[in-house]
């Protein structure tokens, strides 16, 4: 029997619904009933994330724990959060409740480490990840280098993912793309998206064909999370 996943989403609600379509996609299922049963919370009051790591905004947390403990009550078995910049908040989050809560940034990390064999990344993200130093905590850990933009692309980055909230994914592409662009530039052939709207940008630039050309390498979170889901869904 299967086990039942809980979404804390939200965060933002396109990138959940995304994420739940990745889900039923890498499923292997010939049938409804042979798909993951899957209970979502669309939290769309949880505050702004960047907000509060940078100017001391209204606190996340306290409505984060109250949909995983409401997931929890609801009968998942494990939980999961795709969003980046909330894993700040992982491990006040994990005290909380009872039962699994899958890491996100710690399964990039090993992915990385486990099939790309490479030493330093990319991480294009929200200002709140950067200034967190959310995903540096996993990787110092696996010995993995993190390659940041500098501040002025990490601004136009915050830029677009806000445009990318508003539905404007195709206006933002070409922007995105030539951010990609400049960390090849830096000799970075490996890149992280590290924001779940920026996820939303991966299969326009899996099929671009410069992006092919110069064979960047795009590490999406929310496909590694989906993956893991399944896995573990399934045991």
Do not use: W
Not at 47 to 57: E, K
Not at 80 to 100: E, L, Q, R, S
């Amino acid at each position: 029997m299967k086990k039942t996943v809980g979404v804390l989403g939200g965060m933002g609600p396109e990138a959940t619904a995304s994420f739940l379509k990745r889900v039923i996609e890498l499923t292997v299922a010939s049938c409804d009933q042979e798909h993951i049963p899957m209970l979502i919370d669309n939290n769309v009051m949880i505050p702004n994330r960047t907000a509060y790591l940078l100017d001391g905004g209204e606190s996340p947390l306290v409505e984060i724990l109250k949909s995983a403990v409401k997931l929890e009550m609801m009968g998942a078995d494990l939980i999961v959060m795709p969003c980046n910049t909330a894993h700040y908040f992982y491990n006040d989050v994990k005290k909380f409740i009872g039962i699994p809560f899958i890491n996100m940034i710690d399964e990039v990390a090993k992915y990385i480490k486990q099939k790309t064999k490479v030493n330093k990344v990319g991480l294009l993200a929200t200002e709140g990840t950067y200034s967190a130093e959310i995903y540096e905590t996993s990787f110092k850990k696996l010995d993995i280098d993190i390659i940041t933009p500098r501040d002025e692309v990490k601004k136009e980055l915050m830029r677009i993912i806000s445009e990318i909230k508003k539905g404007n994914k195709e206006e933002c592409f070409s922007k995105f793309k030539k951010i990609v662009m400049s960390l090849k530039k830096q000799g970075v052939q490996t890149i992280i998206l590290g924001c779940t709207e920026l996820s939303l940008l991966h299969r326009s630039l899996s099929d671009d064909i410069e992006i092919n050309i110069e064979k960047i390498k795009l590490i999406d979170p929310m496909d590694i999370l989906a993956r893991k889901v399944v896995v573990l869904a399934s045991e």
